[in-house]
């Protein structure tokens, strides 16, 4: 999916395993600090486990993921996850390269994720979850104009530590209000 002239979404594949594990090293002290995964992920088998796994709850309709790729290059990954059928409810995650940050690639990214949950899978309402230390990722959904609903206490285990998210969301009959 082209979402800019610089940048396509990726359906999740065996061949990004390599160069996906690569940007995840070179980047791995950034990453590690918001994301818990991170942590378990120290050889390229750990990397294809979880890619299966991530293959799989595509497969099995509970998440919709890509790969980004920007000017030639695997620049990082975003998605709808943990998908409530019932509920019409999803997540939105992503992650970046740093060498890819400041380009406003995510917040372009998360803009079309959103337009492709409430137009294509008919969702209600998308989630948006972020430390309340993480300013760079709260920046997006409060660019796209996400209501902030609140504090979920010490909702995620980072590096042994528990932390407090922000709970952001997007309403379907909201979004429409915007275009
Ligand atoms: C969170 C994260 C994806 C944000 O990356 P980012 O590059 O700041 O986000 P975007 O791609 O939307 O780019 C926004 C930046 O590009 C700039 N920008 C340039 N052109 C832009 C455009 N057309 N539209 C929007 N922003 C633009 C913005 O000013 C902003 O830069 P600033 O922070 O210096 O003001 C990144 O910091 C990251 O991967 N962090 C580690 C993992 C993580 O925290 N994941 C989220 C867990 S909840």
């Known amino acids: ?61 509970l998440a919709v993921a890509f790969f980004i790729r920007h000017e030639g290059k ?5 998605g709808l996850y943990h998908i409530d059928h019932q509920n019409k409810i ?33 969702l209600n309402r998308i989630e948006l979850k972020c430390g309340t230390s993480n300013h760079k990722s709260q920046a997006i959904p409060e660019r796209l104009g996400f209501t902030k609903e609140g504090i979920l206490r010490q909702a995620e285990l980072l590096n042994g530590n528990f932390h407090d998210l922000y709970l952001y969301s997007m309403l379907k009959q909201d979004w429409e209000k915007r275009l």
Not at 37 to 47: K, L, Q, R
Not at 90 to 103: C, H, N, P, S, V
Not at 104 to 116: M, Q, S
């Open 1 to 61: 999916m082209q979402i800019s002239e610089t940048t396509t979404l990726e359906p999740l594949s065996e061949h990004h395993t390599e160069p996906v594990f690569n940007l995840i090293q070179q980047n791995r002290e950034q990453l590690r600090i918001w994301l818990p995964w991170v942590e378990n992920m120290n050889e390229i088998t750990d990397f294809q486990n979880f890619l299966n796994g991530a293959r799989q709850r595509v497969a099995d309709k």
């Open 74 to 78: 695997i620049a990082g990954n975003i």
């Open 90 to 122: 999803a997540a939105i995650g992503y992650w970046l390269g740093e060498k890819f940050q400041g380009k406003g690639i995510i917040t372009i990214a998360c803009r079309k994720i959103t337009d492709f949950g409430f137009n294509e899978l008919n």
